[in-house]
């Protein structure tokens, strides 16, 4: 410590004495230690879950191992069902080049399958275009719903097939028939809950858009649109399943080219190897169609 003294002006302290009044100044800090640098905390990294793993991994591939055991069992004597090694051995053959053509009636298992996905794009994008829009009317003007609501409680039960001689008929090929009859069993669940969407949008968003002198179109994009979408693209989900199925009865009926007059021609050549594999390809193609539209379904999704 440094001092430095100041004398009194006046000459005298307090008891007659100079007085010197001592002010300590204090001396310079010494540089202070540098702190250690604390290291972030290390997160342990989660185990990974082996058990969920599992549960969702085992319970299928045992399901499957239970089929094919079954299967086994009961064709373990020969007879004209064909035995799983067989089907496998198919398998491996026709897949092998599953997209060769021998003419317009001889052609690989891969071109047939993706014929008939042409005809359901079709006749599903067709039904799309009309069954949407419709479903948005019949759910916003009551008396349009009035209107068409019995005919299409009426028309929605008949089975799709009824309408393929209504096809013929009109277009006078196969081909445009076998669209027209997708197009017919679609268009009904994309109307139905696209219009049932409408309904339930609640009433305030509505009165909302009447304050604001909102018009139509804009009532139809701007609130009517992002609400019902969920019930849209369920429509569409049940719509394409239901398509993936009637395209095959309809093949087999007005032949050509496609996976369902592949089962009927495989069938005719008492070649019930190929009619199981068809089975099978055509089951999953169906899966993979209804697994893309839950995926789009949940990306549009606007629930937490």
Not at 187 to 216: F, H, K
Not at 259 to 287: K, M, P, Q, T
Request: with cysteine.
């Amino acid at each position: 410590m440094v001092s430095a003294v100041f004398h009194d002006p006046s000459g005298a302290g307090l008891a007659g004495t100079p007085a010197a009044v001592s002010v300590s100044k204090p001396a310079a800090a010494a540089p202070a230690a540098a702190l250690p640098t604390a290291k972030p905390a290390v997160r342990p990294s989660e185990p990974f879950d082996w058990r969920g793993l599992a549960l969702r991994v085992l319970p299928p591939v045992f399901g499957t191992g239970l089929l094919i055991g079954i299967w086994a069992l009961l064709t373990m004597n020969g007879g004209a069902f064909p035995t799983p090694a067989a089907t496998w051995t198919e398998i491996v053959k026709l897949f092998s080049d599953p997209f060769y053509s021998n003419g317009p009636n001889d052609q690989g298992i891969g071109w047939n399958v993706l014929f008939s996905l042409e005809r359901v794009a079709m006749g599903f994008g067709l039904a799309a275009l009309v069954g949407i829009p419709a479903g948005f009317v019949l759910g916003r003007f009551s008396f349009v719903n009035h209107m068409i609501s019995p005919l299409i409680s009426l028309l929605r039960p008949v089975s799709p097939l009824a309408w393929l001689p209504i096809g013929l008929l009109v277009f006078k090929s196969a081909n445009p028939a076998a669209i027209w009859t997708i197009f017919i069993c679609s268009i009904w669940p994309m109307i139905i809950n696209t219009a049932v969407g409408v309904q339930r949008v609640p009433q305030d968003y509505l009165n909302v858009a009447r304050v604001l002198n909102l018009s139509e179109w804009k009532v139809m994009t701007r609130i009517l649109f992002p609400a019902v979408l969920p019930y849209m693209l369920t429509g569409v989900r049940l719509s394409v399943g239901t398509a993936w199925l009637v395209i095959v009865a309809a093949e087999m009926l007005t032949g050509g080219v496609g996976i369902g007059f592949w089962v009927w021609d495989e069938w005719n050549n008492l070649n019930v190897s190929h009619i199981l594999i068809a089975i099978f390809v055509i089951g999953i193609v169906g899966l993979l169609l209804e697994q893309a539209l839950m995926l789009i379904a949940r990306r549009f999704s606007f629930d937490d």
